[in-house]
Structure formats: structure tokens, C-alpha cells
């Protein structure tokens, strides 16, 4: 997901999306949204969030990390 994107989700909960990296807000937005902060987590690429939104980009994400 574009970080345009990302960014209008966050506004759209009131939540201020300047000086935060993708990762910090991803999760700030999950945390609002009433989820774990768990983007960027998935090691060895298990997740039981299927219906997450960020669960693409989440695998990636872990995938950078070294954490797949």
C-alpha cells in the first residue's frame, strides 16, 4: 500500500502521520482501530489475521527484516 495512502487512513482516525515511518504508523493505526500492533511481525511468515488489510505489505515487510 502507497504511503499516500497509509496517510489518509491515518488522518482519517485523527491520528497525525507527519515524522512517523510507514512501520510506526501502520501500527499507531492498527492500535486505533482496536488491533494488535503486530504489522512487520509475521515470523516465518505465520499470521492468524487473515482479514487484516495490512497482512501484503506485512509479509514484505517481515520479509525485509529477515524475519521470513
Known amino acids: ?4 495512502v ?4 491515518a488522518k482519517s ?3 497525525n502521520p507527519d515524522n512517523l515511518l510507514k ?5 499507531t493505526i ?3 482501530e482496536g488491533n494488535y500492533d503486530c504489522y512487520g511481525t509475521a ?7 487473515f482479514e487484516c488489510c495490512w497482512r501484503e505489505d506485512c509479509f514484505e515487510e517481515a520479509r525485509l527484516e529477515g524475519q521470513i
Not at 1 to 4: D, P, R
Open 13 to 15: 482516525l485523527g491520528i
Open 30 to 32: 492498527q492500535l486505533k
Open 43 to 49: 515470523y516465518d511468515g505465520e499470521c492468524d489475521q
Open 1 to 4: 500500500m502507497k504511503i499516500t
Open 6 to 9: 497509509i496517510k489518509n487512513i
Open 23 to 27: 512501520t510506526e504508523l501502520i501500527k
